[in-house]
Each structure stands twice: as C-alpha cells, then as structure tokens.
C-alpha cells in the first residue's frame, strides 16, 4: 500500500520555467492538499480539492495552479517559475467524513523540494 | 476563516522536565484541532486530535492537549521530556464539515538539554 506518492522528489528550475508536481494516493480519498514548507512559516496551505473535479484557493494560491481529473490524481503545476517558490512542498490527503466533523488525520508525501534559480 | 497561532518559535528544556508548547486558534465554527510533529529530516506525525468530545486529549509518546474554548487555547504538554522529542511541533486547526481548509501554525522547534 503506497499510500500517497509525489513525484519528483527533487527539482531545480530556473527562473521562468514551468513544470508540474504530481501527487498520488491509492487510498480513495475525498480531500487532497497542497501545502509548501518553509523556515519560519510552518506549512501554508496553496490549493485543495473536496473531490474529483473541483479545487479551491488556499492562503498563499499565487503563482500556482492545480487540477484533479482523476480522483487519486492532484496536480500543482507552476507556470512561470520565481525563486521565492523554493521551497518544499508536500501533497496531503485524507477521507471524507460525510459532512460531519473534519477530524480524520491527513497522510502526507513524502515531498519535493524545489529551487529556483 | 480559521487561524492558529503557536506563541513560541523555540521553546528548550531540560531532559526529565515538563514541555509546554502553546497554540491559539480562531474559528468560525467548532473546530477540530490537532497537533503533528516532524522529526528532522522525517514527514509529520500526527500526535493527537481534538474533535468536541472529551477536552482532554491523550496522544502519543505521553503528549497531551487540553482544548479551552474560553481561552480559544489548545497547549500541548508532557510531564517528563526526552531528549527524542527534539523536534519540530505544528498546531493545526480545520473548522468542522463548512469549511475544508487545514491550516498550520507557523511551528514551535523544541530543544532538548542533556
């Protein structure tokens, strides 16, 4: 059971180019997030999604975009990339409850770190 | 919308003494709130969760967290630190069913002294 995967593990890009993170979990989950972790900062919350199809901007959405096409799948795609998006970022997923309390624990990659140059 | 605020950045104590690790949260909604931690080097741990059952909550290797509405508060504590608790811990709040946002704070790094 792989649980949830991100690939690639480590990036460095030069300023301007673009490129995509995947992550994939084989748990059937509902939510899947994208969070990026930097010094200082803790992990800030960039885009989630409640379900195939949908996602919706987190605190800091600026300069990415995601997509879910297939349930397992969630993309994070930089177009133009700067160096204040080195970082490393970690995908996150968890069960849906049914509309009740959102208390399930999130399973998290293994993340990516990325440079900018 | 949901915040966290963790008051300390670092926090160091002795081997054998008593952690406290403070979080402030606000919310909308009753929110579910939890605390992870992650080693150097490793992927987060979840410790424990608070989800409006009892407001004592017990998790793993001995922590555990009070939830104090009045005071919008969730510390977390141990009665005895070990020196394998040198890490970095998160709060982190999500506002029940309406809202699907997770939100972290900003972290506390604890320093073990031998």
């Known amino acids: 059971n792989a649980g949830v995967t991100q690939t690639p593990k480590f990036r460095v890009l030069k300023t301007g180019q673009s490129m995509t993170l995947l992550c994939a979990q084989d748990?059937?989950?509902?939510?899947m997030y994208w969070y990026r972790q930097d010094p200082g900062m803790g992990l800030r919350l960039i885009h989630y999604?409640?379900?195939?199809?949908?996602?919706a901007k987190g605190e800091v959405p600026d300069g990415y975009n995601v997509s879910r096409l297939k349930k397992q799948n969630f993309l994070l795609g930089l177009e133009s990339a700067a160096p204040s998006q080195t970082s490393v970022y970690f995908c996150?997923?968890?069960?849906?409850?049914?509309?009740?309390?959102?208390?399930?624990?999130?399973?998290f990659g293994s993340g990516t770190q990325l440079s900018v140059l | 919308a949901q915040s966290v605020t963790q008051l300390d950045s670092h926090v160091s104590v002795s081997e054998g003494t008593p952690v406290l690790l403070r979080c402030n949260y606000s919310?909308?909604?009753?929110?579910?709130l939890f605390w992870y931690v992650q080693h150097p080097n490793k992927g987060l741990q979840l410790l424990l969760k608070?989800?409006?059952?009892?407001?004592l909550v017990k998790g793993i290797n001995g922590f555990e967290a009070e939830f104090k509405k009045s005071e919008t508060s969730f510390h977390l504590t141990k009665p005895s630190a070990h020196m394998s608790d040198a890490a970095e811990y998160f709060c982190?709040?999500?506002?029940?069913?309406?809202?699907?946002?997770?939100?972290f704070g900003k972290g506390t790094r604890l320093h073990i002294l031998p």
């Open positions: 919310s909308s909604y009753s929110p579910s």
């Open positions: 748990m059937n989950h509902e939510y």
């Open positions: 982190v709040v999500s506002a029940s069913w309406r809202d699907d946002k997770i939100i």
């Open positions: 999604s409640v379900g195939e199809g949908t996602t």
């Open positions: 608070y989800t409006s059952a009892a407001t």
């Open positions: 996150a997923s968890r069960p849906d409850q049914q509309g009740a309390r959102s208390n399930e624990k999130l399973f």
